[in-house]
Protein backbone atom coordinates (compact mmCIF):
# COMPACT_ATOMS: atom_id res chain seq x y z
CA UNK A 1 0.00 0.00 0.00
CA UNK A 2 2.77 2.65 -0.79
CA UNK A 3 2.20 5.72 -1.60
CA UNK A 4 0.95 6.12 -5.08
CA UNK A 5 3.00 9.07 -6.83
CA UNK A 6 5.34 11.15 -5.32
CA UNK A 7 3.38 14.13 -6.31
CA UNK A 8 -0.05 12.72 -4.00
CA UNK A 9 2.38 12.57 -1.66
CA UNK A 10 3.37 16.29 -2.08
CA UNK A 11 0.11 17.73 -2.28
CA UNK A 12 -1.06 16.02 1.05
CA UNK A 13 1.85 16.96 3.01
CA UNK A 14 1.26 20.87 1.70
CA UNK A 15 -2.27 20.62 2.14
CA UNK A 16 -1.63 19.73 6.14
CA UNK A 17 0.97 21.92 6.76
CA UNK A 18 -1.15 24.74 5.14
CA UNK A 19 -3.67 24.84 7.63
CA UNK A 20 -1.42 22.66 10.41
CA UNK A 21 -3.78 19.97 10.26
CA UNK A 22 -2.64 16.36 12.53
CA UNK A 23 -2.68 14.44 9.03
CA UNK A 24 -4.73 14.52 5.28
CA UNK A 25 -6.41 11.97 3.60
CA UNK A 26 -7.19 10.91 0.29
CA UNK A 27 -9.84 8.63 -0.39
CA UNK A 28 -10.52 7.01 -3.74
CA UNK A 29 -13.55 5.20 -5.19
CA UNK A 30 -12.64 1.25 -5.82
CA UNK A 31 -14.59 1.21 -9.05
CA UNK A 32 -14.96 -3.02 -8.66
CA UNK A 33 -17.27 -2.75 -5.32
CA UNK A 34 -17.94 0.98 -5.85
CA UNK A 35 -17.07 2.30 -2.73
CA UNK A 36 -14.50 4.71 -1.36
CA UNK A 37 -11.21 3.29 -0.12
CA UNK A 38 -7.88 4.45 1.25
CA UNK A 39 -5.93 5.89 -1.24
CA UNK A 40 -3.20 7.64 0.52
CA UNK A 41 -2.13 9.98 3.46
CA UNK A 42 -0.18 12.25 5.19
CA UNK A 43 0.61 12.02 8.95
CA UNK A 44 1.76 15.50 10.61
CA UNK A 45 0.85 14.85 14.38
CA UNK A 46 2.47 14.24 17.58
CA UNK A 47 4.98 11.48 17.39
CA UNK A 48 5.54 9.50 20.92
CA UNK A 49 8.26 8.07 19.74
CA UNK A 50 11.18 8.90 17.43
CA UNK A 51 11.66 5.47 15.99
CA UNK A 52 13.01 5.71 12.04
CA UNK A 53 14.62 3.71 9.48
CA UNK A 54 17.61 6.69 9.46
CA UNK A 55 19.43 7.14 13.18
CA UNK A 56 20.86 10.61 11.85
CA UNK A 57 18.63 13.76 12.54
CA UNK A 58 16.14 15.04 9.87
CA UNK A 59 13.77 18.25 9.55
CA UNK A 60 10.25 17.77 10.82
CA UNK A 61 9.05 17.31 7.04
CA UNK A 62 11.69 14.45 6.62
CA UNK A 63 10.11 13.16 10.16
CA UNK A 64 6.53 13.70 9.16
CA UNK A 65 7.41 11.75 5.80
CA UNK A 66 9.09 9.06 7.69
CA UNK A 67 5.95 8.91 9.89
CA UNK A 68 3.21 8.26 6.98
CA UNK A 69 5.33 5.32 5.85
CA UNK A 70 6.19 3.78 8.95
CA UNK A 71 2.76 3.81 9.93
CA UNK A 72 1.89 1.87 6.51
CA UNK A 73 3.97 -0.09 7.05
CA UNK A 74 2.82 -1.04 10.61
CA UNK A 75 -0.98 -1.11 9.32
CA UNK A 76 0.17 -3.88 6.33
CA UNK A 77 2.63 -5.79 9.05
CA UNK A 78 -0.63 -5.91 11.32
CA UNK A 79 -2.90 -6.79 8.56
CA UNK A 80 -0.96 -9.27 7.17
CA UNK A 81 -0.26 -11.09 10.43
CA UNK A 82 -4.38 -11.95 10.52
CA UNK A 83 -3.53 -14.77 7.48
CA UNK A 84 -0.12 -15.39 7.81
CA UNK A 85 2.57 -16.49 10.77
CA UNK A 86 3.99 -13.01 12.10
CA UNK A 87 7.02 -12.05 10.14
CA UNK A 88 10.23 -10.40 11.86
CA UNK A 89 10.20 -6.73 11.60
CA UNK A 90 13.50 -4.93 11.71
CA UNK A 91 13.96 -3.40 14.68
CA UNK A 92 13.26 0.15 13.98
CA UNK A 93 10.10 -0.35 13.16
CA UNK A 94 7.04 0.89 15.19
CA UNK A 95 4.94 -1.08 17.40
CA UNK A 96 1.50 -0.47 18.67
CA UNK A 97 2.22 0.87 22.12
CA UNK A 98 5.00 2.86 19.92
CA UNK A 99 1.52 5.04 18.99
CA UNK A 100 -0.12 8.35 20.22
CA UNK A 101 -4.15 8.31 19.70
CA UNK A 102 -4.00 10.59 16.78
CA UNK A 103 -1.48 8.16 15.08
CA UNK A 104 -4.04 5.13 15.93
CA UNK A 105 -6.57 6.90 14.60
CA UNK A 106 -4.45 7.81 11.30
CA UNK A 107 -3.58 4.15 11.17
CA UNK A 108 -6.94 2.47 11.00
CA UNK A 109 -8.67 5.34 8.60
CA UNK A 110 -6.45 2.65 5.81
CA UNK A 111 -8.95 0.13 6.67
CA UNK A 112 -12.07 2.71 6.62
CA UNK A 113 -14.53 2.15 3.61
CA UNK A 114 -17.46 3.88 2.45
CA UNK A 115 -20.42 2.43 0.40
CA UNK A 116 -22.52 4.51 -1.48
CA UNK A 117 -25.42 6.80 0.92
CA UNK A 118 -22.98 6.00 4.02
CA UNK A 119 -20.90 8.58 5.77
Known amino acids: MASQTPKLQNMLQAAVQSVQWTYSLFWQ ?13 YYNGAI ?3 KTVQPMEVSAEEASLQ ?4 LRELYESLSAGETNPPTRRPCASLSPEDLTESEWFYLMCVSFSFPPGVG
Not at 35 to 40: E, N, P, Q
Not at 67 to 70: A, G, K, L, T, W
Request: aromatic share 4%.
Open 48 to 50: KTR
Open 29 to 41: LCPQQMILVWGDG
Open 67 to 70: RSQQ
